[in-house]
């Protein structure tokens, strides 16, 4: 061997050493995009460490344990999808207007997420055991609620909302909406074909979603066209 070269095991502890947060970012990906591919119980910490370049230990020295990795995975797409949605500024729109921007923006932000859904349906079926755990994920996902309260309020202030107008029962709506059109893509497909997959037909989509989600707080609104 080359005395100026490194062995792929001295590589990696040099890379460890240079740059961690860089590491720990990558076997983040990498263990998003497996745990979202197998679950909890199927995906594999020596899987993940060989396409990270790590090892298992190092990732165990990061995040604790596969449960811990696990936990920061959820953390981490539900930041990103939080993120995303905090991009839309509303304050300046009038609430309408600012529902509509906010329904649309969810619906394109799940569409965009399919890590996301995958991993809320795999605690879903751990009963949220792992997500309670979390400290941050409460907090992420009150930003959205804050956002919703704030338009409610403007809408009811200027009397286009209904005085039932409630931000979390619209963003179990808005969710239910744009978290089923991903979530069941695979079944919703093999049943009935893939056409209302495509982007004409999800542009329909969104916006009937969007006009039965104000029809149900607006004021006196009615649909828009849906032919």
């Given at each position: 061997m080359d005395g100026g070269a490194q062995s792929p095991a001295?590589?990696?502890?040099t890379s460890w050493k240079k740059d961690p947060e860089a590491v720990k970012e990558n076997i983040l990906a990498i263990a998003t995009e497996e745990f979202a591919a197998h679950g909890l119980s199927g995906a594999n910490i020596n899987e993940i460490a060989r396409k990270t370049s790590t090892s298992k230990r190092m990732i165990y020295y990061y995040f604790g344990d596969k449960e811990g990795l696990y936990c920061k995975v959820?953390?981490?797409?539900?930041?990103s999808l939080r993120r995303s949605e905090d991009l839309l500024d509303v304050a300046g729109l009038e609430p309408v207007e600012a529902l509509r921007r906010l329904v649309e923006a969810t619906f394109d932000a799940h569409a965009n997420a399919p890590h996301f859904i995958r991993l809320v349906m795999i605690e879903n079926i751990h009963n949220g055991d792992y997500?309670?755990?979390s400290?941050?994920?409460?907090?992420?996902?009150?930003?959205i609620i804050d956002k919703l309260e704030e338009v409610c309020a403007r809408g009811k202030d200027q009397r286009l909302f209904r005085e039932g107008?409630?931000?979390l029962e619209?963003?179990?709506?808005?969710?239910?909406?744009?978290?089923y059109?991903?979530?069941?893509?695979?079944t919703f497909s093999a049943s009935f074909g893939t056409s209302i997959y495509s982007k004409v037909h999800q542009a329909i989509l969104k916006k009937k979603a969007t006009d039965m989600i104000l029809a149900a707080v607006v004021n006196g609104h009615e649909p828009s066209s849906w032919n």
């Open positions: 001295k590589k990696r502890k959820l953390e981490g797409v539900y930041g997500l309670r755990k400290d941050i994920v409460p907090k992420l996902n009150r930003s107008a409630d931000a619209l963003h179990w709506l808005i969710s239910s909406f744009s978290f059109n991903v979530s069941n893509k695979a």
